[in-house]
């Protein structure tokens, strides 16, 4: 029964290019959660996501950062046009449909711009 | 802005103390708190779960929960080196949409 599982777990990217981060939810997980740490900073959340909806984007920087989760295949986070501050680790999480349990991270992919 | 508070620590204890870490939050709404171990490099990892005021032991670790006062706690008794990892408080400020705001952490050092 894996986990949630995270690729790549190392992205290095120039400034300007696109990163895109895959997130595959445990099995039986239908809600996905994105989050983004800073060095020596917390978690701090960007989007809720359901399968072909987005919930709740409310973290979400307005410009440059997308995120999705098709019916079929993972959820997607895409920063396009990338810059310095980007650079951080990313983690998505996953839960079951009912209650408020404490969700399962991934092992996240830690994104560097040079 | 709904806050969770920590202090940062670093925290250190004696091999086989007890850690106490503590959290704070400022949404009276809150309803679900939740404690996470981070180790240098690694994820956030779910050790505890804690829904209603008194206290929720599970093995060497006990969380401690006051609504009234809006704070939430974590013992560890018999602190281990491995213990020593950053610990994450997190508050779902509302049980649908399963938001959590997490803490800044605090940084616990278990000296052998």
């Known amino acids: 029964n894996a986990g949630v599982m995270q690729n790549p777990r190392h992205l290095v990217r120039r400034r300007g290019q696109e990163a895109r981060l895959r997130c595959s939810p445990m099995k039986g997980h239908s809600h996905v959660y994105w989050y983004r740490q800073l060095p020596e900073e917390g978690l701090k959340f960007m989007v809720y996501?359901?399968?072909?909806?987005?919930?709740?984007e409310s973290g979400m920087p307005k410009e440059r950062f997308s995120a999705e989760f098709p019916k079929e295949g993972p959820s997607i986070l895409r920063i396009q046009q990338v810059v310095r501050g980007d650079s951080a680790a990313y983690f998505c999480?996953?839960?079951?449909?009912?209650?408020?349990?404490?969700?399962?991270f991934g092992s996240g992919t830690r994104l560097t711009v040079v | 802005q709904k806050e969770v508070e920590q202090n940062s620590g670093p925290l250190s204890v004696p091999e086989g103390a007890i850690a106490s870490l503590n959290c704070t939050y400022s949404?009276?709404?809150?309803?679900?708190f939740f404690w996470y171990r981070q180790y240098s490099g690694k994820s956030p990892e779910l050790i505890m779960s804690?829904?209603?005021?008194g206290d929720k032991e599970d093995g060497r670790f006990t969380a401690q929960l006051n609504k009234a006062s809006q704070y939430v706690s974590l013992l560890i008794r018999d602190s281990q080196p491995s213990d020593s990892a950053t610990y994450l408080c997190a508050v779902n400020l509302d049980n649908y949409g399963q938001n959590f705001v997490f803490g800044p952490g605090t940084r616990l050092s278990v000296l052998p």
């Open positions: 804690i829904y209603s005021n």
């Open positions: 996501l359901q399968k072909e909806n987005i919930i709740d």
């Open positions: 999480a996953s839960s079951p449909v009912t209650d408020a349990y404490g969700y399962t």
């Open positions: 949404d009276r709404v809150s309803q679900s």
